[in-house]
């Protein structure tokens, strides 16, 4: 996983995050403290606009995850070898040690 940290594994799988998801996890945090949720919630402190955006940021991207890897969990049910899950800017890419045949 180049230009990615490893976070962790699940089943057998490499969990990393690429440096690009920084930026957009800030952005969308920035934006939604300072944007959407004041004009939503317009009595709320700032510090409860910085922690909501921060979490909402945070589940949009745990949401990717789980997406992905239920991709890759039905790959591997398949017989495909899954090595990694890479989380980029707005999605994610899946590494299989092998190319999956037309059946």
Known sequence: ??????????????IGVHYSWLFIFIFFWWTLAQGYLPQLHAGWSPSAYWLTGAVAALLLFV???VHELAHSLIAKARGLPVS??????????????KNPRNQ
């Not at 996983?1 to 699940?10: D, Q």
């Open 84 to 97: 990694s899950i890479n989380l980029f800017i707005l999605g994610a890419s899946v590494t299989c040690k």
């Open 1 to 14: 996983m180049k230009a990615s940290i490893k976070l962790f594994r699940i089943a057998g799988i490499d």
């Open 63 to 65: 949401s990717v995850l």
